[in-house]
């Protein structure tokens, strides 16, 4: 970004606070009714999955809400994939009507069974309960106050515009196809990796959306997430052995880092795809992660994150094979009850065994790779742009290396050292020091400690030691593998760290001792000190944000944003972007030819038309783009005429393209284009002309 301006021309924001054009963004007050709309609608899943998992699973309190959450989340995902693939026009406009009528049958469901799903409620209001009454007032003051910062950093991002480069390229585009054309399909943006990359996260923002219709629900989904990230370090704490105070205190350190609080404000998939890793170490830890519904838990986790982003495939297959590892190595041999005789629940709380276990590893990687095998159908590898490698042996070819992220002139400890301990400069995702003082100063040595000592009896003693060797080894994977000193690609790591501080706090046998007193003192200082550097840098963007907008209406912040947002000179200018919103009617196609920039700039409310990228002519996009493999080239044809007949036969009304361009004077010969609005010649080195469709 280039910095902000006042609204371009033909961008106005109306006395009711709803923009012309833009992205819709409506009053905060109406935003927050919209989220809780989509809230409620998962609200029925959630509490069902809660009732099942405790008839068939015997979960603790943590444990149901976080089982629930994966559950919820991959229902959620399921309802887009499913419907989205109906052979019907749009089927995923019926998706509201498919959702309320399933949580019409869920709701029928929990009322047969309302005395369970008292009892569900009441287990979790128990804990909490008894999480107060054992837990001395400083430790629940400094849980209270990271919970407060993370639901306050949601509304935050709930407020806030889009602003991150990332997430106007790539990452909102793949809602937004899915909103636009009703049905998961291909996504036609200037970058390649917007089709090739892996959508699990935007499907569930085109689900939030199509049921709130309002983009505040874009980041709230990372807030939520956030608030998961939070509930997994818990759930890992009680299932390491953890006291209800210590296992609180560790999902407060596990969440409570600049990055993750800057992430729940964008519309970057790396918190929810953290929050579902961390998930997947939690269910594996402990004494009962052998068992059925465990491990089905841990798996099916660490598929919904790689689903969402391919670094979550390394700590997946870590965490499950150490798993199925410790399955082949605590119950080889020994009866295990079958589900004809024991029943349904008695069969799930069961230990999987080394056949059970590796059944389920193999059947989470069969699931792993369904985005991938798609990838794979269209481009050279399945993992396309990305290059990966071991070593000297290429395991996938590509132009995008994950090790030349950052500070790639740094060695290997200078890297990490650099990205993982200064703290005090967490000013953008992309920043060093995102996980925090609290992080650097404390969790880091103490995960140092857990892994040097880790090995020791590590797959003797079934109560901890093996969850201290998992833990270890997610931690160890970071230092090794490439591009992980990215504390955004890495926002669970604060969870090995954070349980061994708690196995210490717990040590110490008296609650108020001094020295755990002292302890925790110490940990809340340094969760401040998080909160002051991530202020601090927040509140510059939104400084700058509302001296740009003159007003706190969200309508006025993007207004703001939309003015100015272009990466590039050779994008389109605000004022162009600004004519197409005003021209275009709900259903047109809009379609930006061999012009770069954010396709979701030209979206105008409601995205009721629908805009696609095309590269032009192959020659043209040669030339332009030499050297940049990362461009999209979709449908593009040597012949100028020929293209452009491809072009009017899908159907366009405005086509934005350069002026003089091959591509703006073929369309012209077809005599059925005319240039309408032409940008001035000020605004940048290459003129944007657009180019009406005439009957």
């Known amino acids: ?181 009703a049905r998961p399909g291909r996504v036609h943006e200037p970058v390649v990796w917007a089709d090739s990359y892996p959508r699990g996260v935007p499907m569930l923002w085109s689900w939030a959306y199509l049921i709130a219709r309002d983009e505040g629900v874009f980041h709230a989904m990372s807030g939520v997430f956030g608030l998961a990230l939070m509930l997994a370090g818990a759930t890992a704490g009680r299932r390491a052995g953890l006291t209800r105070a210590s296992s609180a205190l560790a999902g407060a350190l596990v969440g409570a880092t600049p990055v993750a609080w800057r992430l729940s404000c964008t519309g970057l998939i790396d918190l929810p795809t953290c929050a579902l890793t961390a998930a997947g170490i939690a269910f594996a830890l402990g004494p009962g992660a052998g068992r059925r519904a465990d491990l089905a838990l841990a798996v099916l986790a660490c598929v919904a994150a790689v689903w969402m982003k391919f670094t979550a495939m390394a700590p997946a297959v870590v965490v499950i094979g150490l798993r199925v590892l410790a399955a082949a190595w605590h119950d080889r041999g020994g009866p295990r009850p079958t589900r004809r005789s024991t029943g349904p629940g008695v069969w799930m709380a069961a230990r999987a065994g080394p056949r059970g276990a590796l ?155 001094p020295a755990r007193e002292a302890i925790v003192l110490v940990t809340g200082a340094l969760l401040g000190v998080n909160a002051w550097f991530y202020a601090g840098a927040e509140m510059e963007r939104v400084r700058e944000l509302l001296g740009a907008s003159g007003g706190f209406a969200r309508a006025e912040l993007t207004a703001a944003r939309d003015a100015g947002v272009r990466l590039e000179s050779d994008q389109p200018h605000p004022s162009t972007r600004a004519f197409v919103r005003a021209a275009a009617r709900p259903g047109d196609l809009v379609m930006a030819v061999a012009v770069p920039g954010p396709t979701v700039l030209l979206h105008g409310p409601g995205y009721r038309y629908r805009v696609e990228w095309d590269p032009g002519l192959r020659g043209e996009a040669g030339r332009r783009y030499a050297g940049n493999r990362g461009v999209s080239e979709i449908g593009a044809s040597l012949d100028g005429d020929a293209w452009a007949g491809e072009i009017e036969r899908r159907g366009p009304r405005i086509v934005l393209a350069y002026a003089g361009s091959d591509e703006a004077a073929a369309l012209t010969r077809t005599g059925r284009f005319a240039e309408v609005f032409r940008q001035d010649r000020a605004f940048g080195p290459r003129v944007v002309v657009v180019l009406a469709h005439t009957p």
């Open 359 to 513: 059944a389920l590893a193999l059947i989470g990687l069969a699931l792993a790779s369904a985005p991938y095998l798609r990838t794979w159908a269209s481009y050279p590898t399945p993992v396309w742009p990305l290059r990966l490698s071991v070593g000297g042996w290429v395991l996938a070819d590509g132009f995008l290396e994950s090790t030349a992220l950052g500070a790639s002139n740094l060695g290997w400890a200078a890297r990490y050292i650099h990205f993982w301990t200064a703290f005090q400069t967490p000013t953008t995702v992309e920043s060093p020091g995102g996980l925090g003082a609290a992080f650097a100063l404390l969790l880091l040595p103490a995960s140092l400690v857990l892994a040097a000592g880790a090995g020791r009896g590590a797959w003797r003693d079934r109560s901890g030691t093996g969850s201290a060797a998992i833990l270890a080894a997610v931690f160890v994977l970071a230092l090794a593998a490439p591009g992980f000193h990215f504390p955004r690609y890495v926002a669970y790591l604060p969870l090995p760290g954070a349980v061994a501080l708690g196995w210490l706090l717990d040590r110490m046998r008296a609650d108020r001792s």
């Open 1 to 181: 970004m280039t910095g902000y301006g006042r609204p371009a021309n033909g961008s106005s924001v109306r006395a009711d606070g709803h923009r012309r054009g833009g992205l819709q963004y409506s009053s905060v007050a109406l935003a927050v009714a919209h989220v809780v709309v989509a809230m409620a609608a998962g609200a029925p899943v959630l509490l069902a999955w809660m009732v099942l998992l405790r008839r068939r699973g015997g979960f603790r309190a943590t444990g149901l809400l976080l089982g629930a959450t994966v559950l919820t989340s991959v229902t959620l995902l399921g309802e887009v994939a499913l419907l989205g693939s109906l052979p019907i026009e749009r089927p995923l406009d019926w998706l509201p009507t498919a959702h309320g009528g399933a949580c019409l049958a869920v709701m029928a469901w929990l009322w047969a069974r309302r005395i369970e799903a008292r009892r569900t409620a009441g287990r979790v209001l128990r804990s909490l309960r008894s999480y107060r009454r054992e837990t001395p007032g400083l430790e629940r003051a400094v849980v209270a106050c990271a919970v407060a910062a993370q639901l306050s950093v949601t509304a935050l991002g709930v407020w806030l515009p889009a602003t991150e480069t990332d997430e106007l390229s790539y990452h909102l585009p793949q809602a937004v196809q899915i909103i636009q054309d």
